[in-house]
């Protein structure tokens, strides 16, 4: 199982773009990159996956470069409201015992 | 639609007691998952269904947890004589199939307190 390493913490003005890197140097071929948020007293969400180059959607953008060792997790002109934690993971399709980690917990700052 | 159910949300339990946790999953989603979140800690992965069959139990932490599932739906995790250190936040989640590949939809969790 690919391992991942995420800053713990980190903190963040509103309005600013805030953009979280995950490393994932023994990624497999198979593998695609997933990032969740969880919020106090919730379960994890599911935000944004990706397997190479760029993906957007309404929430965030995940860039991943050429050789797939690190994701980055880009979220746009943050508002309080995304203060949570947010976990990187990495997988392939079929059984895998999955590993969410400590994750990375942003607090964003009025 | 109908999200992932757990219940109870919450229990206080005396050290030594029986628990049994309950969670629905998705309608239709083969892939069953449970997690135990510790106080600010991440998510520790316990147990994997796959239909009514988990091929790997290595994840529950002592034999005094178990899971099942029925009916390829509902699935109970018990804990037997419950211990301080098993208070947490247990969650469960579902995907339509297995595999970090694919999303996962969690449910609300139940918090157990073992007194």
């Known amino acids: 199982l690919a391992k991942t390493t995420q800053p713990i913490s980190m903190d963040s003005y509103e309005g600013q773009e805030v953009n979280i890197t995950c490393s994932h140097n023994?990624?497999?071929?198979?593998?695609?990159i997933t990032w969740y948020q969880q919020f106090p007293s919730q379960g994890p969400r599911f935000i944004i996956q990706?397997?190479?180059t760029k993906v957007t959607n309404e929430v965030a953008s995940l860039f991943i470069p050429a050789d797939r060792k690190s994701s980055t997790l880009s979220l746009p002109r943050v508002s309080l409201s995304d203060t949570a934690v947010y976990y990187c993971?990495?997988?392939?399709?079929?059984?895998?015992?999955?590993?969410f980690g400590i994750g990375t917990k942003l607090q964003v700052i009025p | 639609g109908a999200g992932v159910s757990q219940s109870p949300s919450n229990k206080v339990t005396e050290k030594g007691k029986d628990v049994e946790l309950r969670c629905d999953p998705i309608?239709?989603?083969?892939?069953l998952y449970w997690y135990r979140q510790s106080l600010g800690q991440g998510l520790e992965f316990l147990i994997y269904?796959?239909?009514?069959?988990?091929?790997?139990k290595s994840g529950l932490p002592s034999d005094r947890f178990s899971a099942e599932r029925t009916g390829g739906s509902v699935s109970t995790l018990t804990i037997q004589r419950t211990q301080q250190e098993d208070s947490a936040v247990y969650l469960c989640?579902?995907?339509?199939?297995?595999?970090?590949?694919?999303?996962?939809?969690f449910g609300p969790g139940t918090r157990l307190t073992v007194t």
């Open positions: 989640a579902s995907s339509p199939s297995p595999g970090t590949s694919r999303e996962q939809y």
């Open positions: 023994n990624i497999a071929t198979n593998d695609y």
């Open positions: 990706g397997y190479k």
């Open positions: 993971l990495v997988g392939a399709g079929g059984y895998q015992k999955v590993t």
């Open positions: 309608s239709g989603h083969t892939a």
């Open positions: 269904f796959q239909g009514n069959s988990a091929p790997d």
